[in-house]
């Protein structure tokens, strides 16, 4: 039986919905009434220790969707107890959700780095989906103001962004064929990289790119009600991106969904 972790978040609900026909799996969410989907369902949350004891009761493989947004020492614990758990429970595989290698300059990459080599070192066979941005994120950092004025602390960089339905396309792909992907690492960036003068031209003639100052960003995005950890993971994607560390493209993604991936920008339009 393969489970779906993080099931009702925004990845989780577009894995569950390419898997929806399959007899042999289950989703795994917080808060079973968020689910839409015709699979079955059970309470898993990282942060309640009974929950992941009975609700890995006779899975063979675990999507392990990472753990949102939280400090380190949070996701750390979140993702350490539900490896273990799978571990305890006799979970055959477990298939997570990672960040591309391009990110190590990122605020939020210790977590997923710190999962990584704890899986490598658990009794279980893994697969590490190193997971590119999401074309997504970068509309939200990128989205232009009513005037029409897209302002982000991007500089000239460029990011090779990920539709997240093709992540959870690749993810879905991989659950139903995880032995063939025992040991595997795969980096799941985009093949095309688009940075903040591409997305002024892809909203139309009127919106124009204005390269803001971190230091300004910092000061809104603390001042928007954020939480304090939330405020350098804004700032932080956005000088890795500038300063041209995640730009790079690659091909595994087009390998695991055996089609090109779809385009960043139309990802963004949508
Ligand atoms: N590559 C990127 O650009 C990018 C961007 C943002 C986030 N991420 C990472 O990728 C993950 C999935 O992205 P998303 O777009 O689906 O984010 P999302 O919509 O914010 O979803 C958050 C996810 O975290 C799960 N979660 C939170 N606390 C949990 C806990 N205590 N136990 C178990 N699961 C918990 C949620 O599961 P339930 O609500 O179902 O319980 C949900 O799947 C995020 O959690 C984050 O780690 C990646």
Same mark, same amino acid.
């Given at each position: 039986? =393969?489970? @779906?972790?993080?099931?009702?978040?925004?990845? #989780?609900?577009?894995?569950?919905?390419?898997?929806?026909?399959?007899?042999? !799996?289950?989703?795994?969410?917080?808060? +079973?009434?968020?689910?839409?989907? &015709?699979?079955?369902?059970?309470? =898993?949350?990282?942060?309640?220790?009974?929950?992941?004891?009975?609700?890995?009761?006779? %899975?063979? %493989?675990? +999507?392990? =969707?990472?753990?949102?947004?939280?400090?380190?020492?949070?996701?750390?614990?979140?993702?350490?107890?539900? %490896?273990?758990?799978?571990?305890?429970?006799?979970? #055959?595989?477990?298939?997570?959700? $990672?960040?591309?290698?391009?990110?190590?300059?990122?605020?939020?990459?210790?977590?997923?780095? /710190?999962?990584?080599?704890?899986?490598?070192?658990? $009794?279980?066979? /893994?697969? =590490?989906?190193?997971?590119?941005?999401?074309?997504?994120?970068?509309? *939200?950092?990128?989205?232009?103001?009513?005037?029409?004025?897209?302002?982000?602390?991007?500089?000239?960089?460029?990011?090779?962004? @990920?539709?997240?339905?093709?992540?959870?396309?690749?993810?879905?792909?991989?659950?139903?064929?995880? &032995?063939?992907?025992?040991?595997?690492?795969?980096?799941?960036?985009?093949?095309?990289?688009?940075?903040?003068?591409?997305?002024?031209?892809?909203? #139309?003639?009127?919106?124009?790119?204005?390269?803001?100052?971190? $230091?300004?960003?910092?000061?809104?995005?603390?001042?928007?009600?954020? *939480?304090?950890?939330? @405020?350098?993971? +804004?700032?932080?994607?956005? $000088?890795?991106?500038?300063?041209?560390?995640?730009?790079?493209?690659?091909?595994?993604?087009?390998?695991?969904?055996?089609?090109?991936?779809?385009?960043?920008?139309?990802? !963004?339009?949508?």
């Amino acid at each position: 039986m =393969i489970l @779906v972790t993080g099931a009702a978040g925004a990845l #989780g609900t577009l894995v569950a919905e390419r898997l929806a026909d399959r007899a042999d !799996v289950a989703l795994g969410t917080r808060d +079973l009434r968020r689910t839409r989907s &015709p699979l079955p369902a059970r309470r =898993i949350d990282f942060d309640d220790p009974d929950t992941l004891a009975t609700g890995f009761e006779g %899975v063979d %493989v675990l +999507l392990m =969707i990472s753990a949102g947004a939280g400090e380190d020492d949070t996701v750390i614990a979140r993702h350490g107890a539900a %490896v273990e758990a799978a571990e305890r429970a006799g979970v #055959g595989h477990v298939v997570y959700t $990672s960040l591309t290698a391009d990110g190590d300059h990122l605020p939020y990459a210790l977590p997923h780095r /710190w999962t990584e080599r704890r899986l490598r070192e658990s $009794s279980m066979a /893994w697969t =590490i989906l190193r997971n590119g941005l999401y074309a997504e994120l970068l509309a *939200e950092i990128a989205a232009p103001s009513p005037e029409g004025r897209i302002t982000a602390p991007l500089g000239e960089g460029r990011l090779a962004a @990920v539709a997240r339905a093709d992540l959870a396309e690749a993810a879905a792909r991989v659950a139903v064929e995880a &032995p063939a992907h025992a040991g595997r690492v795969y980096e799941l960036v985009g093949e095309q990289s688009v940075g903040g003068a591409d997305l002024a031209q892809a909203h #139309g003639p009127r919106v124009t790119y204005e390269p803001e100052a971190m $230091s300004r960003t910092r000061a809104r995005v603390a001042a928007s009600g954020a *939480e304090p950890f939330q @405020v350098p993971m +804004l700032v932080g994607t956005c $000088s890795a991106i500038a300063a041209g560390f995640m730009a790079r493209t690659g091909g595994d993604l087009r390998r695991l969904l055996g089609r090109a991936p779809r385009s960043p920008i139309s990802a !963004v339009l949508a």
